[in-house]
C-alpha cells in the first residue's frame, strides 16, 4: 500500500493548489513540496528493502477482461527514477516559488506539476505494461499543460502542440508494440513478459513490436530524427525546463529502453538501431548546441546530445554499458537541473537569456559564476566531477565494442567528437556569460538571486563535486540493483578516479583539448554554419500540418458529397469486395445439419414480407402507402417471432412498430408533398446490381450457417437463468442480470439521444402545410369525439396491461422495456386524440427529468451490489411466504428494470410529444424556394 500511496500522493497534491489558490503562492509552494517531501520519505522507507534485494510490489485488479490492473513495484530500476523524479521534484518547487512572477497562476502552475510528477512515477512503477502507458499519455497531457503554461505567448502554444503531436503520435505506436508484447507473452504483467523474453525475441513479430517500442521511445526521448520538438519546449517556465530535461518526460523514453532492454535487447537489430541513433543524436544535439545564442537553447540541444549517448550505451548492451547508461543517467539529472536553474536565474536577474548581451555577469553574480562552473564541468566530463566517471566509462564501452565488424572503429571516433563539442559548448555557456566583456544593453542591473533561490542549485552542485570525488561512497549501493536487473551477465560495481594510461584516458584528453581548440576557433565554425539554410522546426512542423489539413480538406469534399445514396453505395461495395473472396474459399456451401421441411405457415408469412418490402421500395413516391407496407413487414416480423417461440421479441416489436410508425407518420407530414425526382435508369441499374449482390451475400451466408452444426451459449443462460438470476423468463433475465451493463449504456444512450432531439426540436421551425397535395385543407375538427371517447377508455386499461405486463417481466413475456412502450403509446394516443394543451394541463410532467430519474435508479441498483461485496448490477433475489399471497419472490432486479421502464417513457414521450406539438405551433403557409 505505501507504493501506491506514493504515486497517488502527487495526484491528490494537483488538487491542493487549486483549492488553496485563494491563500497566495507561499501556501501552494509550500503544501506541493510537503506532498512530495511525504513521497520522498516513503520512497525512503521502501528504498532500504529495495536495495537489500526485495522487489516490493502492490496489486489491485481493475480490468482482468484486457489484461489491464493496477499494478505497481519498486525494483532498483524504478528507485532510480523514482528518487530523480521526485528528489529534483522537490528542489524544483522550491525554486519556482522565487521564479514565477505575481502575474502567474501558482496554482495552475504547481497543480500541473504534481500531475506531470505523479505520471512520471506511475512510468517508472508500472508493472502492468498497460497501465505504464496509461501514465505515458498522461505525461504528454501534462507535459502539455506546462509547455504552454504561457498561453499569451504563441511560441508557448506552438511548442506544446508540436510536443503533444510527437509525443502523442508515438505513445500510439507504444501501444501497438505493448499489445503485440502481450500477445505473445499472454500476459502485460512486467514479471511474465520478463519471463517470456526468449519466447518473444524468436517470435515472428518481434521485429514489429521492436520497432513500435522504440518509436515510442524515441520520439519521447528526442531521439534523432524527432528531436526538434524539444528544443522548441523551452517556451515552458525554466522550471519546467529544469525538470523535464533532468528528471521527467524525455527520461520517459530512456527508462522505457532500460525497462524492456532485457525484453527486446541482446538482439542485432536492438544493437544496430539503438546503437546507431543514439550516435546520431548525440552528434546532431552537439553540433547544434555550439551555435545556440539562446541559454536554454544550447542547454536543449546538450539534453537532446546527452539523450543519445545514453541511448547508445543502451544499444551497446553489455554490462558496463548499462551500468555506465545508468551512472550518467544520475549524473545527467544532477548537473542539467542545475544548468537550467541557473539559466533561469540570470534571465530573472537580468532579463534575457540572450548570450550576446550577458557577457562580464562575474562581476555582479560571482556566486551563480562558481555553480555555472561546476555544473558546466561536470557536463563537459572534467575530472573531479560526476560527468568525467561515466564519460570515461563510456569511452571505455565504445573503445571496446566490436558490432559492427572491421567499421567498429568509427564508434570510438564519433564518440570522442561528440564529446569535444560537449566540452566547446559547457565552454561557452560559462566563458560567454561570465567573462568576455561586458553586458551589453541589459534592460536591468544584475544582481545575486534569493539566498533560497540557489539553494537547489548548490545542493545539486555539491553533489557533482561529492560524487566526482568520492564514487564509491555514492554510486554502488544505490545503482546496482538496477545494474543487477538489466546487465546481461553479472557485474559488480567498481569506479576509481584512476585506471592509470590508457585508451578512454586519452580519448577523455582528446575530448577536453579538442573541445577546447574548437571554442578557440569557434568563429570559423561559427561562419561554416551560416552557409546552411536552417530552417526553423516551427515553420516546418506548421507547414506539414497545414498541408495535411489541407489535403484532408479536398478529400473530405471528394468523399462527402451529401449523397446518402452514394455513401451506402460505397458502403456496401466494400463489403462486396472484402466478402466474396472469403466466401468463394468455402469449398461446400451446404453443411452436414439437416434442413427442416418448409411449412405452410412460414412459406406464406416470408412471401407476404417478401411482396410488402418490394412495395414498401416500388411505391416509394406514395409515401403513406409506402409507410403501411413497410408497418405491415413490422407486423409479419413480429409473428414470425411469436411463430418461433420469442414472445417477448414478439411484443417488444409489436410496440416498437406502433411508436415507429406514429413517429414516421408525424415526419411524414412536415416533409415535401411533391414526389423527389426519380433516379435516373444508370443508378437505378446500380442500385439494384448492388441490392442483389448484397441479398445473395446474405443468403449465402445464412444458407451456410444454418446448414451447419452451431453450439449457442443460450444453453447457459437457459441453465443460468433461475438459479443465478431468480427467474425464468430467459430474456428478461439476460436484460436485467446477466447483460445489465449493456442494458444500462442502451438506456443511457437513449435518454442522451432523446435529450438531444428534444433540443433539436425546440428550435426547429419547419414548413407545416394547411392541405394535402391535392389542396383539400386538412379537416376543421382536430379532435373527433369518438376517437377522445375511445382514447381516454383505453388509457386505464393500457396502464394497467403496462403494470401486469411490467410486474411479471421476470418470470413471464414481458419486462420493463415492453410496459414502458405501452405506457407511451397510450399517452401518444391521448396527445392524438386531445391535443398537447388538453394532456399538459393533466399530466404536466418534465419528461427529461423522467429519463433521467431512470438511468439513474438503473445505475444505483447496480452500485449497491457493491455494499454487499458482490459485482456490479449483480442481481439478489428471495422469495417469501405472505399469508394470503402465498410464496411470493422479491428481486432487486425490480427496481434496475423500473429504471429502465421509466427511460423507455421519458425518452419515447419526450421525443413524439415534442414533434406532436410542434403541428400546433404558427407556421408559414407556403414552401419556400
Not at 503544501?31 to 532500504?48: F, I
Request: proline share 4%; aromatic share 10%.
Amino acid at each position: 500500500m505505501t507504493l501506491a500511496a506514493i504515486v497517488l500522493l502527487p495526484f491528490i497534491g494537483a488538487s491542493i493548489p487549486l483549492i488553496l489558490r485563494q491563500r497566495g503562492r507561499a501556501s501552494i509552494s509550500l503544501a506541493s513540496a510537503s506532498v512530495t517531501l511525504v513521497a520522498l520519505v516513503l520512497l525512503a522507507t521502501l528504498a532500504v528493502q529495495t536495495l537489500n534485494g526485495a522487489v516490493p510490489s502492490f496489486f489491485l485488479s481493475w480490468l482482468p477482461n484486457i489484461g489491464l490492473d493496477f499494478s505497481l513495484r519498486l525494483d532498483g530500476l524504478s528507485l532510480l527514477f523514482a528518487t530523480l523524479i521526485l528528489g529534483i521534484g522537490l528542489l524544483i518547487i522550491i525554486y519556482a516559488h522565487y521564479y514565477l512572477s505575481a502575474k502567474d497562476d501558482s496554482a495552475k502552475f504547481f497543480a500541473s506539476l504534481m500531475l506531470f510528477m505523479g505520471s512520471m512515477l506511475g512510468i517508472v512503477t508500472a508493472n502492468n505494461l498497460i497501465l505504464l502507458w496509461l501514465f505515458w499519455e498522461l505525461t504528454s497531457i501534462s507535459s502539455f499543460l506546462l509547455i504552454g503554461f504561457w498561453s499569451h505567448q504563441s511560441t508557448a502554444r506552438r511548442g506544446a502542440r508540436m510536443a503533444l503531436a510527437i509525443t502523442g503520435g508515438g505513445g500510439l505506436a507504444l501501444l501497438a508494440g505493448i499489445l503485440l508484447i502481450g500477445n505473445i507473452a499472454g500476459s502485460y504483467e512486467l514479471d511474465q513478459v520478463i519471463a517470456a523474453a526468449d519466447q518473444i525475441r524468436a517470435h515472428s513479430l518481434y521485429l514489429p513490436a521492436l520497432l513500435l517500442v522504440l518509436l515510442g521511445a524515441f520520439t519521447k526521448s528526442a531521439q534523432f530524427p524527432f528531436q526538434f520538438w524539444l528544443p522548441h519546449a523551452m517556451a515552458a517556465p525554466t522550471p519546467v525546463s529544469a525538470y523535464l530535461h533532468s528528471a521527467t518526460m524525455v527520461k520517459a523514453g530512456i527508462f522505457l529502453l532500460a525497462r524492456l532492454f532485457p525484453v527486446l535487447g541482446s538482439t542485432h537489430e536492438w544493437f544496430t538501431i539503438v546503437t546507431l541513433t543514439g550516435l546520431a543524436t548525440m552528434l546532431f544535439g552537439a553540433y547544434f548546441a555550439l551555435f545556440k545564442s539562446d541559454l536554454k537553447g544550447l542547454l536543449a540541444f546538450s539534453t537532446i546530445s546527452h539523450l543519445g549517448l545514453i541511448t547508445m550505451l543502451l544499444g551497446l548492451g553489455t554490462s558496463g554499458a548499462i551500468f555506465a547508461a545508468l551512472f550518467h543517467i544520475l549524473n545527467h539529472a544532477t548537473f542539467k537541473a542545475g544548468l537550467f536553474m541557473i539559466a533561469g536565474i540570470i534571465d530573472h536577474e537580468t532579463g534575457t537569456r540572450d548570450m550576446r548581451k550577458l557577457s562580464g555577469l562575474r562581476k555582479f553574480m560571482p556566486v551563480t559564476m562558481v555553480l555555472a562552473i561546476i555544473t558546466s564541468a561536470a557536463m563537459a566530463g572534467v575530472p573531479l566531477f560526476n560527468g568525467f566517471l561515466s564519460k570515461e566509462l563510456m569511452f571505455m564501452e565504445s573503445y571496446e565494442q566490436q558490432l559492427f565488424g572491421a567499421l567498429s572503429w568509427f564508434v570510438p571516433v564519433l564518440v570522442t567528437l561528440g564529446a569535444m563539442l560537449s566540452v566547446a559548448y559547457s565552454i561557452r555557456f560559462v566563458h560567454d556569460v561570465f567573462f568576455d566583456g561586458e553586458p551589453v544593453k541589459l534592460t536591468v542591473t544584475p544582481h545575486e538571486p534569493p539566498l533560497m533561490m540557489r539553494v537547489p542549485v548548490i545542493i545539486l552542485a555539491a553533489l557533482c563535486v561529492l560524487v566526482g570525488l568520492l564514487p564509491m561512497l555514492f554510486v554502488p549501493n544505490f545503482l546496482q540493483p538496477a545494474v543487477d536487473l538489466l546487465a546481461p551477465t553479472p557485474l559488480t560495481i567498481e569506479i576509481a578516479l584512476w585506471h592509470g594510461f590508457n585508451i578512454p584516458l586519452l580519448m577523455s584528453v582528446l575530448a577536453l583539448v579538442g573541445g577546447a581548440a574548437i571554442y578557440i576557433q569557434r568563429a570559423e565554425l561559427f561562419s561554416f554554419n551560416r552557409q546552411f539554410d536552417h530552417r526553423d522546426a516551427k515553420e516546418t512542423f506548421a507547414y506539414i500540418v497545414s498541408s495535411v489539413t489541407a489535403f484532408s480538406d479536398r478529400l473530405i469534399q471528394r468523399i462527402e458529397t451529401g449523397s446518402l445514396q452514394r455513401y451506402m453505395a460505397a458502403l456496401l461495395l466494400l463489403c462486396i469486395l472484402f466478402v466474396i473472396p472469403e466466401l468463394a474459399q468455402i469449398d461446400a456451401l451446404t453443411g452436414t445439419r439437416a434442413q427442416l421441411p418448409i411449412d405452410s405457415v412460414s412459406l406464406v408469412g416470408a412471401i407476404i414480407i417478401i411482396l410488402t418490402a418490394i412495395g414498401t421500395a416500388a411505391f416509394h413516391h406514395m409515401r403513406l402507402t409506402s409507410l403501411m407496407m413497410l408497418s405491415v413487414v413490422g407486423l409479419m416480423v413480429s409473428l414470425v417471432f411469436i411463430h418461433f417461440s420469442a414472445p417477448d421479441l414478439a411484443m417488444t416489436q409489436l410496440v416498437v412498430e406502433v411508436v415507429s410508425i406514429i413517429l414516421m407518420i408525424l415526419a411524414l407530414f412536415f416533409m415535401p408533398q411533391k414526389t423527389p425526382k426519380a433516379s435516373s435508369g444508370r443508378r437505378v441499374a446500380r442500385d439494384v446490381l448492388l441490392a442483389g449482390f448484397i441479398g445473395g451475400i446474405v443468403g449465402t451466408l445464412n444458407y451456410a450457417l444454418l446448414t451447419r452444426p452451431l453450439s449457442s451459449i443460450s444453453d447457459f443462460f437457459l441453465v443460468n437463468a433461475k438459479p443465478g438470476g431468480g427467474g425464468t423468463n430467459v430474456v428478461n433475465v439476460i436484460l436485467v442480470d446477466f447483460r445489465g451493463f449493456d442494458t444500462l449504456g442502451e438506456i443511457t444512450v437513449l435518454a442522451i439521444a432523446a435529450a438531444g432531439i428534444h433540443k433539436l426540436l425546440n428550435n426547429l421551425r419547419p414548413f407545416m402545410p394547411s392541405s394535402d397535395i391535392d389542396g383539400r385543407p386538412w379537416h376543421r375538427v382536430k379532435h373527433p369525439l369518438l376517437v377522445q371517447t375511445v382514447a381516454q377508455a383505453l388509457l386505464p386499461l393500457a396502464l394497467m396491461v403496462s403494470a401486469y405486463i411490467f410486474l411479471r417481466g421476470h418470470n413471464l413475456p414481458g419486462g420493463g422495456f415492453i410496459a414502458g412502450l405501452i405506457t407511451s403509446a397510450a399517452m401518444i394516443l391521448q396527445y392524438m386524440a386531445n391535443g398537447v394543451d388538453w394532456v399538459k394541463h393533466r399530466f404536466d410532467y418534465n419528461y427529461q427529468t423522467l429519463a433521467s430519474v431512470g438511468v439513474m435508479i438503473a445505475l444505483f441498483t447496480g452500485i449497491g451490489s457493491w455494499f454487499f461485496g458482490a459485482n456490479f448490477l449483480t442481481s439478489w433475489f428471495t422469495y417469501l411466504d405472505w399469508p394470503i399471497v402465498g410464496k411470493f419472490e422479491i428481486a432487486t432486479a425490480i427496481l434496475f428494470d423500473l429504471g429502465v421502464y421509466l427511460t423507455v417513457i421519458g425518452a419515447t414521450l419526450m421525443i413524439l410529444a415534442n414533434f406532436g406539438q410542434m403541428t400546433t405551433r404558427h407556421r408559414p403557409r407556403q414552401e419556400g424556394n
